[in-house]
């Protein structure tokens, strides 16, 4: 990892589970990413730590619901994260070391409610950046929330369209902010590109469509689309970084390393990149072989709307595979969090 660094791409831990992320600054990430599912996945792995925490939440807010619970954590989980953070946040004067709090998953229509939860989540601490979804309404949240100098991430993502749009509505969002007199020198918006999203979406349509593809292919296919979309945020200069996310092989580290970007890796694929072989080498402007993405393109119309950047409209995100996959995976992990808190609920007593 220290060679990925040096090599000019930063990389965050995709967890904001304490003790890896810990060890994750120890090793040099300077940055961590979470959402409502990765922090139950923090309170699975350390129970013995969280469940008396939501016990006493639930005890101290008796008129509280199991949605407010789940927040109190989400803010007490996340504050704490934020704090292991500080250090690199100050070293750097305040252009890294953030952490990313998404905002309520069922939000996702709403613009309105996702600004305001969104402010919310920011004033927890200095150095948050608050993830929306890259689908219309979480869109204009993000615009708005940077016209406010809130630093953004968006999520749900995992097309060039997609990162196009959102960098131009940071740049509306940047330029509001500098004509209402607010210091923008260390807002650092970032606009991810879950990688192994976007293959894995190929792959189920290989297998609905059944459709004669060497797997192994689809595997480039998102990086086909990361390399295209980083091609045209230098090429226009944007003032967002790319971030990518969601492994699902060493490509989506090894195929992108050199460039200006955001790599945020889970815990156990960071650790074992570090005890791996794979030569640690500047790829991120080789292209991906054009035998490759002619099969992509030939054989996946969704490669095509993700590669190019006018392959959808913005009335298309939500209804684009992986995104409609990967908001159910939100949703239904919103819905396995809130049973935790449920049964702490019924069960305090008993």
């Known amino acids: 990892m220290q060679q990925t660094s040096e090599l000019g791409s930063d990389w965050w831990n995709d967890s904001n589970d304490h003790e890896e992320l810990q060890h994750a600054v120890n090793e040099g990430a300077v940055g961590a990413t979470s959402n409502p ?3 139950c996945a923090a309170v699975n792995n350390h129970p013995d730590i969280w469940l008396p925490i ?8 008796s008129a509280g619901s199991e949605d407010d619970i789940l927040w109190d954590l989400i803010d007490e989980v996340g504050k704490k994260a934020a704090n292991i953070l500080r250090p690199v946040y100050k070293k750097t004067d305040g252009l890294k070391g953030k952490l990313s709090l998404q905002v309520n998953p069922k939000f996702y229509r ?4 996702m600004f305001e939860q969104g402010k919310y989540l920011a004033s927890l601490a200095p150095n948050i950046a608050v993830k929306c979804p890259a689908l219309p309404a979480g869109i204009a949240a993000l615009e708005k929330l940077t016209a406010n100098g809130i630093c953004i991430n968006a999520t749900v993502s995992f097309t060039v369209p997609q990162a196009v749009q959102v960098a131009e509505a940071i740049e509306r969002g940047l330029d509001q902010a500098e004509q209402d007199g607010i210091n923008i020198e260390k807002l650092t918006p970032y606009v991810t590109i879950m990688v192994g999203r976007i293959d894995d979406h190929l792959k189920r349509v290989k297998q609905s469509e059944n459709i004669d593809v060497d797997p192994e292919i689809i595997d480039w296919a998102s990086i086909a689309v990361f390399k295209n979309a980083y091609k ?9 970084k790319l971030l990518a996310a969601a492994f699902r092989n060493h490509k989506h580290w090894s195929e992108l390393v050199g460039g200006d970007i955001v790599i945020s890796m889970p815990y156990e694929w960071w650790n074992k990149f570090n005890a791996s072989d794979i030569e640690v080498i500047n790829r991120i402007n080789d292209p991906v072989d054009s035998e490759i993405t002619d099969k992509l393109s030939n054989n996946f119309n969704d490669f095509n709307r993700a590669f190019n950047e006018n392959g959808m409209t913005i009335e298309e995100f939500e209804f684009f595979g992986a995104s409609k996959h990967t908001m159910d995976t939100f949703l239904d992990g919103y819905d396995e969090f809130i049973q935790i808190i449920r049964s702490r609920m019924i069960n305090r007593n008993g």
């Open 54 to 61: 939501i016990d006493k939440m639930i005890e101290s807010n």
């Open 232 to 240: 045209i945020f230098q090429k226009r200069g944007y003032r967002s």
């Open 37 to 39: 599912v990765i922090t």
């Open 110 to 113: 709403n613009a309105g409610l």
